[in-house]
Nanobody
Framework: QVQLVESGGGLVQAGGSLRLSCAAS?????MGWFRQPPGKEREFVAG????????YYADSVKGRFTISRDNAKNTVYLQMNSLKPEDTAVYYC??????????????????WGQGTQVTVSS
């Protein structure tokens, strides 16, 4: 069982930046970030394969967010720039235990973090 621990959330003004981190307790394959805005369903944000050579973004964050990983530290990052109030959500890190294919479906991921709150004020 791999544990994921997110950090880096907080309150930021519109136009600002935050970097989220997700530390894994063991080896993982493809990883992703999801978010759940207040009163809405969880949605895909970004995904990355094990080598970091392939990434995939939701249209709503493309060009503003960047996902990356450091396998030596078992950590994946989400750099969020030009934040908007509609980016306000609880952000979750997720990991696949076997497959390295990128997926935007929550059901494809085996491990989840506890979530970190990101609030963007207007």
């Amino acid at each position: 069982q791999v544990q994921l621990v997110e950090s880096g959330g907080g309150l930021v003004q519109a136009g600002g930046s935050l970097r989220l981190s997700c530390a894994a307790s063991g080896r993982t394959y493809a990883m992703g970030w999801f978010r759940q805005p207040p009163g809405k369903e969880r949605e895909f944000v970004a995904g990355i394969n094990w080598s970091g050579g392939r990434t995939y973004y939701a249209d709503s964050v493309k060009g503003r967010f960047t996902i990356s990983r450091d396998n030596a530290k078992n950590t994946v990052y989400l750099q969020m720039n030009s934040l908007k109030p509609e980016d306000t959500a609880v952000y979750y890190c997720a990991a696949r235990s076997r497959w390295d294919d990128l997926s935007s479906s929550p059901g494809a991921y085996d491990y989840w973090g506890q979530g970190t709150q990101v609030t963007v004020s207007s």
